[in-house]
Structure formats: structure tokens, C-alpha cells
């Protein structure tokens, strides 16, 4: 079965975790957002939305490699 984040290329996938999943850099956003989600203070909507928002490159990026692993 082929998923449609197989038919992304790897290079895309990477760009995107590096920019978007990193941005802002110095510390990086989704660190900082799993910081607040492990102290319970992730309760705005807004900031759920951006930690979903800069989560979404490394989900693919997992879902690529475990499709990956597994054919």
C-alpha cells in the first residue's frame, strides 16, 4: 500500500523538518512547545496550533521511515 507521504521525496522531507520543524532556531519552537506540553502549560489554542503546526514535518518524517523499514 502506498501512503501518500511515500510519494514526497526524502529531501523534501528533511528540508522541511529542518526549517519548519526547527524554525525559530535558537531554541528551537517544537522544543520549546514540548517543554510547555510536559509542564501542562500548552493550553492556548494558539499554541496547540503551533505545536501541531511544526510537529507535522517530523510525523512525516517518522511515517516515511517506519514505511520505510517495514517493505
Do not use: S, Y
Not at 510519494?7 to 512547545?33: D, R, S, Y
Not at 510547555?36 to 496550533?49: A, N
Amino acid at each position: 500500500m502506498l501512503l501518500w507521504f511515500d510519494q514526497l521525496p526524502w529531501a523534501f522531507v528533511v528540508f522541511a523538518c529542518l526549517t519548519l520543524g526547527l524554525a525559530p532556531f535558537n531554541p528551537p519552537h517544537i522544543v520549546e512547545k514540548i517543554g510547555m506540553l510536559r509542564e501542562g502549560e500548552l493550553k492556548k489554542p494558539l499554541d496547540i496550533f503551533d505545536f501541531f503546526f511544526h510537529l507535522v514535518p517530523w510525523l512525516i518524517l517518522v511515517g516515511k521511515v517506519v514505511a520505510t523499514l517495514i517493505r
